[in-house]
Structure formats: C-alpha cells, structure tokens
T-cell receptor, first 114, second 117 residues
Framework: NAGVTQTPKFRILKIGQSMTLQCTQD?????MYWYRQDPGMGLKLIYYSVGAGITDKGEVPNGYNVSRSTTEDFPLRLELAAPSQTSVYFCASSYGVGGRQPQHFGDGTRLSIL | AQTVTQSQPEMSVQEAETVTLSCTYD???????LFWYKQPPSRQMILVIR??????QNATENRFSVNFQKAAKSFSLKISDSQLGDTAMYFC??????????????FGTGTRLTIIP
C-alpha cells in the first residue's frame, strides 16, 4: 500500500529559486495537509485542502502556494526560496470526520535553502 | 487559539521499564481530540493513540496508555515494557471536535525518548 507519497526526499535550493514539492495519496481521502517541521519543533500547518478545488491557509502560509486539482494530488509551491524555508516538509491526508480517522503522513521532504 | 506544551525535551529509560511522557494543553473548547504521534529516525509520523475529550475512559493501545485529566488539561502517555523500537520523538497534538473544514492538528514541540538496552 503506497499511502501518502512525497517527492523528492531531499533537495537543495539556492536563494530565489522556485520548486514544487509533490504529494499524492491513493486512499481517496478528501482532506490533505502540508506541514513544516523546523529543528527541535513540532509540525506547523502551512496549507490544507478539504477537497478538490478547495484550499485554505494554515498557521504559516507566507511564501507558499498550493493547488488541488484532483483528489489524489496536493502540490506545494515555493516561488522565491528563502533561508527561512529550510525545513522538513510533511504532507498528510485523512478521511475527515473530525479526528475519528487519523491523519496519514508521508515520509517528508528535507529542503535546504543556501 | 490552542497551544500544546511538552515540558520534557528529552527522556531516557532502560529497556523493559515504564516511562511517562507529559503533555498539557490550553483551549476554550469543550469537545476535542488529543493524539500522541511517534516519529522514529525514519521521519515517518505514526499515530500511537487517540483520545476523545468527551470520553472519560482513558484510551489504551497494547503497551501504550494515556492519563487524560480534562479539568487539568493534561494528557500524558505511558509506555509499559519499553522496547528498543520505541526510541523516537513523541509529539502530543490537539484537534478541535468536528467542524467542517477545521481538521487541523496543533502539535507540541516533542519529547525525544531513548530506550537504553
């Protein structure tokens, strides 16, 4: 079972470059999320989506964009990479219904901005 | 806004012993969910246990159990008969009760647990 798949696993960017972190899930989950995890910290929500065509900001959305054209895919876009965006990024999905179904996480993408 | 506090950055315990990880939270909500997630060195986030605030009975999952004190806003995790595979970061997390479009987790800063052979 694939679950939540994130690509790439590692990436180094130069300041000002752009890139897209890919996330896809094969569980037909309506809800998808992007988190970032800074060293020694818990995860913070960047953006989330409750279904195809619907996205909303989380706690730390600045510098990021998302789209949700299909149920399966939820890419995260960095337009002008900054050193403050060096972090580990996690994508997650869930069936929804208020915590009764757990969020399933991908393996993360370690991103360094130099 | 909700906050989740884990006051123990690091803990270690001998294999087969019991260890308790602490978590406190602050919320004005009456109905909510609390979670413990495990993050081993592989970075994967794994759900360990979940507690629904309107249930008085503490959740248990095999060797893992919680002590949920709603009035004190405390949610500790007890690991019994600890195993080397329990070595990981453990995160406490909070979610409001079902509210369409609001399935968001708020995480604590984590406790790094090391099981010593």
């Amino acid at each position: 079972n694939a679950g939540v798949t994130q690509t790439p696993k590692f990436r180094i960017l130069k300041i000002g470059q752009s890139m897209t972190l890919q996330c896809t899930q094969d569980m037909n989950h309506n809800y998808m999320y992007w988190y970032r995890q800074d060293p020694g910290m818990g995860l913070k929500l960047i953006y989330y989506s409750v279904g195809a065509g619907i996205t909303d900001k989380g706690e730390v959305p600045n510098g990021y964009n998302v789209s949700r054209s299909t149920t399966e895919d939820f890419p995260l876009r960095l337009e002008l990479a900054a050193p403050s965006q060096t972090s580990v990024y996690f994508c997650a999905s869930s069936y929804g219904v208020g915590g009764r179904q757990p969020q399933h996480f991908g393996d993360g993408t370690r991103l360094s901005i130099l | 806004a909700q906050t989740v506090t884990q006051s123990q950055p690091e803990m270690s315990v001998q294999e087969a012993e019991t260890v308790t990880l602490s978590c406190t939270y602050d919320t004005s909500e009456n109905n909510y969910y609390l979670f413990w997630y495990k993050q081993p060195p592989s970075r994967q986030m794994i759900l360990v246990i979940r507690q629904e605030a309107y249930k008085q009975q503490n959740a248990t999952e095999n060797r893992f159990s919680v002590n949920f004190q709603k009035a004190a806003k405390s949610f500790s995790l007890k690991i019994s008969d600890s195993q080397l595979g329990d070595t990981a970061m453990y995160f406490c997390a909070f979610m409001k009760h079902y509210d369409f479009g609001n399935e968001k987790l708020t995480f604590g800063t984590g406790t790094r647990l090391t099981i010593i052979p």
